[in-house]
Each structure stands twice: as structure tokens, then as C-alpha cells.
């Protein structure tokens, strides 16, 4: 049982690594192992899915599982290229049958790479039909049922009204963050957060006693005012107020939505934007988090509305809930005009986790000259969209560090871009951007050396 076990994991791997592969690079280094050259019945050889990269993809994964399951690494490569060779059998006769490149048909994908192997494995290992007919089925099953969650789960747009570019990577993370929602499972797929936060640092704050003063820390909201002068700012948007509100977490530590309402109703704006991650965890429900969100929302007095991001935390479930509320974004634009004049806003999804941002989309069709404010929920998206001159760039995810030791600063900031951007104003290549430190805080509800906010940014004409 151990063997067939053993051999079962070594074909699955090197017969998933070409999907996974492909769902990794997507379009890079994707050239048809065929090169698209028909055959004397107008039919390709393989078709477009057979890939170089893919095969190779294959073979390598194979000589490397097949020493950490006990096995030489010849045997392991072999298999793979034996499995690989049945791959691309059945691909073959699949286009004699004009079976389109990439259709799943049960049996015929699955049994020629599974049992082709056994070429090798059969005398190596002394095996029996006994032995080679259970083996085939158990792989067939577990590589036909990889191949519909790969194409009809990852591959497949969920509705018709899903905003974002259908990657099975960006599926993935939407799937454990955001669908599976019952206990443990959800734990267990979002390990981070059910383990580092939640056991060991929140354990480290306690056993030192530090974690109430980090939680009071927490709550100490400032209202911070911001001035960026611009020479080319529309004049009849010199004054505009902004009101900016990022990294709420709002389900993540009781009272902070009634600090943020006493500020937020003594501060009235032209705009509102909120910033993304309107939810503590990056998994489960975001009820509770809406329900803090609908206590400060009638408090927000700007006239010309309130536009939104999403942020790492954020779920596309929480859209339909928001839309009488907030205008979202989702690699898309708006403008407010005035007096013939336009104020345009730019937003892009999540750039961190979902990785589904498309700054060149949420460009399109705004004016190469027009005076442009960018939205982000986090600054390591700074080089793309620089790239299309946005005058100003407004973003958060950082929380200032949430905690810093002094002199070093913050210890961590989760980003990617440069630590000068972590925080407050800052400038690139003529590009002004301003990162929040946010209104809540996230992982473990403390702060240390770091002070929540909410911003008010006015644009003047200098």
C-alpha cells in the first residue's frame, strides 16, 4: 500500500505541474510544443495547451519528488518522461477526433499517462496486473477530478456581473478567503492568521503585558489635515476636501467605530474615499464588519460621495451590501466635475494578496492631460502607476507599521515598496502619493509607537 501510494503522489505531481505551472507564469514561456503546425488532416499535431514549458514542467518535477519519496532520481525522471509521452498520446489522438486543445475527456486524458509508466515501474518493481488495474483507476479519478477543479472552479468566471480578470491564482485566494467559511477549515487554509497572530503574538503581548496598553494605543484616533498644492489643479477644485479612510478593520476591536464616528461628524468633505480592508481577517464573515460600517456611513457629509478600493481583507461579496453607499473602483474610473472642470479619480483592486490589479485598464480612456488622483489600497503598485502620471497617489495597507521600535521604525510594513512610502507624505518622480496609516489596526489590535487616523486631504492651486 505504501508503494502504491508512493507512486501515486509521483505521477500526480508531475502531471499537475503543467496547469500549476501555467496558472504561475500564465502567458510567459508558453510556446506550443507542436508550433502550431498543422498536419496533413488541417489538424495540429498536439494543440496550443501542449506546451514546452509545461512538459519540462513535468519531467523536473518528477526527478524532484522522486527522491523525497524514496525513489532514484532516474526513475522518477523516466516516469515522468513515459507519463508526459502518454500526455501527449492522448492529445494527439483527441485532435484526430477534433476534440478542441484543452477539453477534459475522461479515460482517454488520464489512463495513457498513468499506465504508460508502468513500463518502467512494472519490472523495476516486479508488479502484477493486481497491482497496475487499481493503480490506473485510482489515477485516472484523482487526475480527472484535479482537471475539473482546474477548469471549472479556477478557470471559470463565478457570475456574470465578476469584475476581475479570471486567473486561477487570484480564484484560489478568493476561494479559501472568502468561500470557505466553516470552522476549521478556515483556519487551517489561512494558517497565518489562525497561528502567528492569533496564538503566537497575541500570546507575546499577554505574557509581557503589554497587550491592553497596545489595545489602548489602538484606540487614539487623530484627525490629520493634509495640504497638497498642485499648479495644474483645476481651479474650481482649489479647496477640495478629501476625506480619506483606509484600513478600517472595524470588526477587529470594539469602539473603534464609535471613535472614528466623533471625528468623522465634526469633519465635513467635498469627497469621500475609502481605502480597502473594511474586515479584520483576511477570511470568514464580514457581517460584523458591515454592521460597524453602516454605524459610521450616515455620519460622512460629502456631497459628491463616497468612491472606494478594495483592499487584501476585502471580499467581492462586499459589494453588493455597499453599492447605495460606496461607488467601488475595481480597475475602473469616475470623475466630478465642476463648472465644466474634471477632479478624475483612478482605482485599481488589490495589488498584495488578490494580486488583481490592472492599472492599465483603470487608465482607459482618461485624458492623458487631465488631473488625475490614484487610488491603491497598497504603494507597492508606485512603478505602474507612475507610469500614467496620476498627479497624486492616495493608499494605505501599511498602518504606519502598527509597530515600531525606535530608532529602526516600524518592524514590519507588509509592502514591497520603498520603507520611505510606509507612511505620511512622500514623492516619486514627481508623483505626490500620501500613505495612511489607517483608522484600525490588523493582525493582533495593538499599537505601539504608531497612531491610527483619519485624513483629510485638501487640494489647493498654488
Known sequence: MMLFSKLLLLLWAANFAPPFTAVIFEGKWERPLDGNRLLSDGKPLFGS?????????????????????????????LAAVLSMAGDLASS????????????????????????????????????????????GLAFSAGAYYGSVF??????????????????????????????????????????EDAFIYHFFMKSFFKIFRLYDRGMMNALRIEKREVVF???????????YRILFLTDLHLDGLDGLADRAVEIVRRTPADLCIFGGDFRMETHGSFEKALAQLRIILPEIKSPDGCYGVMGNH????????????IC????????????????????????HYFKSQDPDKAFKDVPSSAFTIFVSHSNEIYLKARKHG????????????????????????????????????????????YTSAGLGVSGVPVRFNSTGEVTVITLKKS
Open 49 to 77: 495547451h501542449k506546451t514546452i514549458r509545461g512538459i519540462a514542467a513535468g519531467i523536473v518535477i518528477g526527478a524532484i519528488m522522486a527522491p523525497l519519496l524514496g525513489f532514484p532520481v532516474w526513475l522518477g525522471f
Open 390 to 433: 496620476p498627479r497624486l497617489f492616495l493608499c494605505g495597507h501599511t498602518h504606519a507599521g502598527q509597530i515600531k521600535i525606535p530608532p529602526f521604525g516600524p518592524v514590519f510594513t507588509h509592502s514591497r515598496a520603498p520603507r520611505y512610502m510606509c507612511e505620511g507624505r512622500w514623492d516619486y518622480e514627481g508623483m505626490a502619493g
Open 328 to 351: 467601488f473602483l475595481i480597475n475602473d474610473h469616475a470623475f466630478i466635475e465642476k463648472n465644466g472642470q474634471r477632479l478624475w479619480l483612478v482605482g485599481t483592486d488589490d495589488c
Open 92 to 135: 494527439f489522438v483527441k485532435r484526430r477526433l477534433s476534440l478542441h486543445s484543452g477539453r477534459v475527456v475522461p479515460g482517454l486524458d488520464q489512463l495513457p499517462e498513468g499506465l504508460l509508466p508502468f513500463l518502467l515501474f512494472a519490472p523495476y518493481f516486479s508488479l502484477s496486473w493486481d497491482f497496475i488495474i487499481p493503480f
Open 150 to 191: 482546474l477548469k471549472d472552479v479556477l478557470l471559470r468566471r463565478p457570475s456574470a456581473e465578476y469584475p476581475r480578470k479570471v486567473r486561477a491564482a487570484t480564484r484560489f485566494r478568493e476561494l479559501i478567503s472568502c468561500s470557505i467559511t466553516t470552522k476549521p477549515f478556515n483556519y487551517l487554509l489561512n494558517f
Open 229 to 239: 498644492e498642485f499648479p495644474d489643479l483645476p481651479p474650481a477644485f482649489d479647496g
Open 314 to 325: 476585502d471580499c467581492l461579496e462586499i459589494l453588493a451590501p455597499l453599492h447605495d453607499a
